[in-house]
């Protein structure tokens, strides 16, 4: 079945530092490609969105590109603010992998990111 | 915002007692899920919908049941409340486009304490 892979966490940064979150995925078709953000006592929010091979997704500094070679699709933003402290999460949706139109939607577990002033 | 209401938002329950989450939405998607959110595992999906009366399980099912009796809510019930089943539940909703989804919109989540 399809799976989301991703970095395990904490990750601990400084403020302005560079972030990366991997994100590695398995799935049977070609599957449209999610981030979602989780900030503390909230439900998951969408971040960014890739669709097809090679698209960029971005918002509010935060970029990833859907890498069908490497099955990859990893978070990056240049400077990390404190209010950026969350909980990260890869997430895929696969058309191929639904009966029924039983759309699923498969989530990484989740990499939490703490930002010191 | 995304109009979806999750109810209760904290219960604690005694073990072997039903208990049931309302997942409420006005933006008449076609999906809706019921995950649930444990340290160390992520998303868990427990069960969703495609439709009124169409449902379907997921990974975690063991132990809980859902309805949709119609579009705008989706019920989850534990029908004998384990303290395994202590954790955050989220209900999220979604709609096809082409070959995909949109996003997926979620619940601010219940969290559910079985003691």
């Known amino acids: 079945g399809d799976s989301v892979t991703q970095m395990e966490g904490p990750v601990t940064l400084s403020e302005e530092a560079f972030l990366t979150i991997n994100c590695t995925y398995t799935?049977?078709?070609?599957?449209?490609l999610f981030w979602y953000v989780q900030y503390p006592g909230e439900g998951l929010q969408l971040l960014l969105k890739a669709t097809k091979a090679d698209d960029k997704g971005s918002n509010k500094g935060f970029e990833a590109t859907y890498r069908k070679e490497t099955t990859s699709f990893h978070l990056e933003k240049g400077s990390v603010q404190v209010s950026d402290s969350a909980v990260y999460f890869c997430?895929?949706?696969?058309?191929?992998?639904?009966?029924?139109?039983?759309?699923?939607?498969?989530f990484g577990k989740g990499t939490k990111l703490s930002v010191i002033p | 915002d995304a109009g979806i209401t999750q109810s209760p938002r904290h219960k604690v329950t005694e073990t072997g007692t039903p208990v049931t989450l309302r997942c409420h939405q006005t933006?008449?998607?076609?999906?809706m899920y019921w995950y649930r959110q444990d340290p160390g595992h992520g998303l868990r999906l427990i069960h969703y919908?495609?439709?009124?009366?169409?449902?379907d399980k997921g990974e975690v099912s063991d132990g809980y049941s859902v309805s949709r009796s119609k579009t705008e809510d989706f019920l989850l019930t534990l029908e004998s409340a384990t303290s395994s089943q202590t954790s955050v539940y989220f209900c999220a909703i979604s709609e096809s486009v082409g070959q995909g989804l949109t996003e997926a919109f979620f619940g601010q989540g219940t969290r559910l304490t079985v003691v």
């Open positions: 799935a049977t078709g070609y599957p449209s």
């Open positions: 997430a895929l949706s696969d058309p191929l992998n639904s009966g029924a139109g039983s759309y699923q939607l498969t």
């Open positions: 933006e008449n998607h076609r999906y």
């Open positions: 919908s495609y439709g009124v009366k169409d449902t």
